[in-house]
């Protein structure tokens, strides 16, 4: 939802084409780059992982074995030349995230924090996931993801907060994006509660 916000405002994410298409499920969409999809998986498993085997912490992106990787990223960020602000949705980024650093200098990250058990009803609902497993990797996620970005580049949201005060939640990310808010309003106008797949609360 985050993403499809930011796009409204100016965010640009590559051709329709290459974004994930809509599912039963998810039907505005996943705004996902499927390339970054691609290649974060290949990435994870040439580190011997994968999205639901995260790498060791301690797991090196420098390598030689990398290069091949790296020449396919770096063709797939030349493609973003022309626009002025960009960038892509992928939860793997939080365990491949030291990679797109080192190709990207100054990379800002915005981390979404949505409440862990309605991550692993969405994980359960969709992949099969048992809870237990599904908040074991909410949480490495989030912890790495936490570690690496440092908080020059990185601003930290609650999901909540948009179905909460729209708008200011909005306008602060897009301070720290460096979007215009001249579509805002239209932007916030897309949220909606009743859109809501699942929702937890803190006393849940």
Known sequence: MVTRLLHRCGLELGPESDL???QADN?????????????????????????????KPDESFTGQPLNPLRLKARLLIEGFAP????????????LTLPFWQD??????TLIVVRNPLEVAHS?????????????????????????????KDRLVTCYDAFFENTES???????????????????AA????RRRHTHFTIDD
């Open 20 to 22: 994930m298409p809509p």
């Open 27 to 55: 039907p505005e969409g996943f705004w996902e780059h499927l390339r970054f999809v691609a290649l974060n998986d290949e990435l994870l498993a040439a580190l011997g992982g994968a999205w639901d085997l995260p790498p």
């Open 83 to 94: 626009a002025n602000v960009w960038g892509w949705k992928d939860p793997r980024n939080s």
């Open 103 to 108: 190709l990207l200098p100054g990379l800002r």
């Open 123 to 151: 994980m359960r609902e969709r992949n099969g996931t048992s809870y237990s497993f599904a908040l074991r990797l909410w949480e490495i996620y989030n912890r790495r993801l936490v570690e690496v970005a440092n908080e």
């Open 169 to 187: 939640e909005l306008r602060r990310i897009l301070q720290f994006a460096a979007l215009k808010d001249t579509e805002l309003r239209s932007a």
């Open 190 to 193: 897309l949220v909606s509660t």
